[in-house]
């Protein structure tokens, strides 16, 4: 049984990824329930046959997203109810944020179920962008701890956010299983590259993403390449203050901005792309986080072009393929820098492609969601 506010047709990377650990259990001959949250209005539903999936209602914020306390509750409440009158699992499967692993322990305590948590982040860290409050981030780290120390394993993200829970003081067995991308949806059709240089965005653009260092970048890139553009696709509550700083730039002719897509719609809008862009804000908590993103973009043959800190730069400095793209810090020149070089020599269609089957042959979500499944099977009773 799989606990998750968010999960497909909802656009975000831990719906593809529960998405797929979920069909890998099925496949195993387990029977898969997916306790989850109504999607936002207009998601066509198309869930995979022989999982079960319970949607319910949820307070959703103005960008369509399940998040903010009153949101996590407005889910957590209901959950706590529909797991201890579902049919007993033998495993609990959750999503974070900590309050939905909380209530996960609660639960499993009582019916004598263990539960695992993917564990992508260490939420407590990146909550000190959004609040100073002393109080608000002891009873969260308090309650983050609770709940990942009471689960049998963590699938983190990868080592530095197990160093970083140790730290923590969260002893929890942990195994770093990395990240990929679904190469189902995400693969390279053969687009070239446009003639006028276009820069994606794909994901949410939060305090902690940073996103607005493109916008910033910009007018450097016009300079070289009038025709240039900037699409950002996802949301996030940064969205009005990058708009307006296009406006304030005199430059919003050449950014867009869209609603989340789904992954088949992104992937040939990546592959003909003249790079993807990713960031993360100079933070602490993201020392140990990972641009997931960066994965769709190379499965679909785009380069990818990072500012900002953490794992994605070793991951995109130490790749081993020259055309993966190029990792640089938070700095508006550096990053203008990149994204020209990028439009000054960009990668050919048989680049992309080569770079695609690379990218599928090293990062495979489907493999990620085997081992998943094989350390489960240590962990379930009987």
């Known amino acids: 049984m799989i606990a998750t506010r968010i999960y497909a047709p909802e656009v975000s990377a831990a719906s593809g990824i529960l998405r797929i650990w979920a069909e890998e259990f099925r496949d195993r001959g387990f029977e898969v329930t997916i306790l989850t949250a109504r999607p936002p209005t207009g998601a066509v539903i198309d869930d995979p046959p022989g999982i079960e999936v319970r949607r319910a209602p949820v307070k959703r914020d103005r960008q369509q997203y399940v998040r ?10 209901p959950l706590a109810f529909r797991l201890l009158f579902s049919r007993r699992a033998d495993l609990y499967v959750v999503e974070p944020p900590p309050t939905t692993v909380a209530v996960v322990r609660v639960i499993g305590a009582l019916r004598r179920t263990p539960y695992v948590v993917r564990a992508a982040d260490y939420w407590t860290e990146a909550a000190e962008l959004v609040t100073r409050s002393r109080l608000v981030l002891g009873i969260l780290r308090r309650l983050e701890a609770w709940g990942l120390n009471g689960a049998a394993t963590l699938f983190a993200a990868h080592q530095p956010l197990i160093d970083r829970f140790r730290v923590a003081g969260i002893t929890t067995p942990a195994i770093p299983i990395g990240f990929g991308a ?5 693969h390279y059709d053969g687009q070239d590259a446009p003639h006028d240089p276009v820069f994606v965005y794909a994901g949410t653009h939060s305090e ?3 996103a607005g260092i493109f916008v910033d ?3 450097a890139v016009l300079e070289r390449f009038p025709g240039a553009r900037l699409v950002y696709y996802g949301n996030g509550e940064e969205r009005d203050g990058m708009l307006a700083r296009a406006h304030e730039l005199g430059i919003e002719a050449s950014v867009a901005f869209h609603g989340p897509i789904p992954p088949a719609a992104l992937s040939p ?3 003909s792309a003249t790079a993807s862009v990713a960031s993360l804000t ?3 908590a993201n020392e140990y986080a990972l641009a ?3 994965y769709s973009s190379l499965a679909a043959g785009c380069p990818v072009i990072f500012a900002g800190v953490g794992p994605t730069m070793e991951f995109l400095n130490d790749a081993g393929h020259p055309h993966a793209g190029v990792a640089v810090a938070y700095d508006v020149e550096a990053t203008a820098a990149a994204m020209v070089a990028a439009a000054t020599q960009p990668l050919a269609s048989d680049g992309r492609a080569e770079l695609a089957e690379w990218s599928a042959g090293q ?3 489907r493999a990620i969601a085997t081992r998943v499944v094989d350390e489960s099977l240590a962990i379930i009773p009987g």
């Open 68 to 77: 903010g306390y009153l949101s996590y509750m407005s889910f957590d409440i």
């Open 182 to 186: 679904d190469t189902k949806d995400f």
């Open 208 to 210: 902690w993403h940073g």
């Open 217 to 219: 970048a910009m007018p």
């Open 269 to 271: 809008i990546l592959s």
């Open 282 to 284: 100079p933070v602490p």
């Open 292 to 294: 997931t993103k960066v």
């Open 363 to 365: 990062y495979s979500l």
